[in-house]
């Protein structure tokens, strides 16, 4: 192999760095919201702080009781952590780090440490304008959100009909179906669907009713769940049978992938709300069997262990129904996005999506999009440079092509 020449490898690096800079991102799985959804689209410095990150990491420092944080104001809760994370410690968690980056980016003074200087600067924006300085910042052109008809609030603008920003695509969430049934009987019954608790004939055709009326009044381009690793499949539980004679079968009839993002130990410590789910390994062998039993259903999954990536992306190789996805919150760090982003490159090529940003606050999308297109770069180039040292020269066109490949249109492709 040819020892290349240092100014042929800087200007791979370049080509690439420009390249990914510069690609407009599908953001294929967010929980932000167009100003139609109201309070549901948090922005600004205050939540930018109280993001559930950060709330569990101050609360390592704090002894304050769990109750009494949550009983404070917003304002409150992020005058203790912007204190107690930035100002008696130094900012160096990826979160903190984030927080810096979407403040200096927004083109203000992070060395000033001037908290109210950052929320005079929010209280003067109109938040239309500010989602598309947040899109343009980051650099996306559409995202997808997170859409929970089981949540009133989400459900009341859906069902009044408004017309929503294009740039906003949806994802129907049924965690509510999948992983509390008992509890979600009554809700459906109320809401006309004829279901009962043991899940027979005339239940299974209702929820699959359901589906489809909220996949086609949502426009959902997949639908999604988050499960635990304890995650069975086959097995005899609600959510076994209602993926297998509910989810699936609609998935199939209306084209549209079932997203699984599995792993999550939900309130390992429930003090923490939010902040308190945890990590687990979970079952490989759940993937394959979903992949290869349903041929006909395409998945899209990310999983949240570090201890099941490898594994997943060795099943990638030999399902072409199932799409990998993302760095999922506590991969959403530049070490462990560089390691899972190499390993993916060198497993599957370009067939995947890297990254997804799972930005809870409008404005993070413009921190984490900057940090995880720096490090996909850095892999990326390091791949066209080992190329480059067998002979094969991609050009600037192919470059492009590949990285508007990983940055959202493998997933248009693999949706539609
Ligand atoms: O990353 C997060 O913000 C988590 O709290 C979850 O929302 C997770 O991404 C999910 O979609 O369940
Ligand atoms: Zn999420």
Known sequence: MAQLPQAQIDTIRETVSRAVAEVKITDIH???????????????????????????????????????????????????IWKTLFLEHSPISESCRGVLTTLDRLGLDVSTRNLEEYRRFFAAQKVEDYVDRAFELAGIESVVMTNDPFDDLERRTWLANKP???????????????????????RLREWGYS???????????????????????????????????????????PRAKLISECVLPVAVETGRPFAMMI????????????????????????????????????????????????????????FRNLH???????????????EMTRMRLELLGLSVTPQHSDARVLDQVIYKWAHSRAIIAEALAGKYIDLAASGWQASEDEIRRDVAALFGGNFWTFVR
Not at 55 to 60: K, S, Y
Request: some cysteine.
């Open 195 to 237: 279901v009962s608790p043991d899940i027979g004939a005339e239940t299974v055709a209702e929820v699959r009713r359901f589906l489809r009326d909220w996949i086609e009044l949502m426009e959902a381009l997949y639908m999604a769940v988050s499960l635990p690793p304890t995650f069975a499949f086959p097995e005899s539980s």
């Open 263 to 318: 792993g999550v130990k939900k309130l390992t410590n429930p003090g923490l709300r939010l902040a308190g789910d945890s990590v687990g390994k979970s079952s490989i062998e759940v993937v394959e069997y979903l992949c290869s039993n349903y041929a006909d259903a395409r998945f899209l999954v990310t999983m949240l262990a570090r201890e099941n990536q490898h594994e997943l992306c060795v099943t990638a190789r030999k």
């Open 30 to 80: 967010t929980h932000i919201y167009p100003p139609v959804f109201g309070e549901l689209l948090l922005w600004g410095v205050d939540e930018l702080l109280t993001y559930h990150y950060l709330v569990a990491e101050t609360m390592r420092y704090v002894d304050i009781p769990y109750d009494r944080f949550w009983a404070i104001s917003k304002r409150s809760q992020a005058d203790l």
């Open 164 to 186: 929503i920003d294009s740039r906003f695509h949806a994802a129907l969430r049924i965690d509510g179906l999948l992983n509390s049934w008992d509890a979600t009987v009554p």
């Open 324 to 338: 990998v996805f993302g760095c999922w919150w506590f991969l959403n760090n530049p070490s462990i996005i560089d």
